[in-house]
Nanobody, 121 residues
Framework: QVPLVESGGGLVQPGGSLRLSCKLS????????VAWYRQAPGKERELVAG?????????GDSVLGRFTISRDIAEYATTVELQMNALKSEDTAVYYC?????????????WGQGTQVTVSS
């Protein structure tokens, strides 16, 4: 069973919204600590947002006030979503969910398959 499965993404016009979803399974599901990273062509990977096991939330400076990370822990599934509003062309990138997430720490062991977000008119 794949630990992290992403969905969402796509093409949206500037100013629009998208929602990404990351479904967790296996041992990492219970803690539900997940970060979203993104990488644009020719740029380094950057942290977009993260939510820890204790529900602390961190956002990258470039998305603060526009993106929201949330988590739903259920008995058989944990899902972490990234709501992206007021999208800009510079938000165009491949977005990856990653777990487990520890604030200030390096990326976790598990990565999603990545989903493309393109912001263009």
């Amino acid at each position: 069973q794949v630990p992290l499965v992403e969905s969402g993404g796509g093409l949206v016009q500037p100013g629009g919204s998208l929602r990404l979803s990351c479904k967790l399974s296996g041992n990492i599901r219970r803690a539900g600590s997940v970060a979203w990273y993104r990488q644009a062509p020719g740029k380094e990977r950057e942290l977009v947002a993260g939510i820890s096991a204790t529900n602390s939330v961190v956002y990258g400076d470039s998305v603060l006030g526009r993106f929201t990370i949330s988590r739903d822990i259920a008995e058989y599934a944990t899902t972490v979503e990234l709501q992206m509003n007021a999208l800009k062309s510079e938000d165009t990138a491949v977005y990856y969910c990653n777990a487990p997430y520890h604030i200030g720490g390096p990326p976790g062991e598990y990565w999603g398959q990545g989903t493309q977000v393109t912001v263009s008119s």
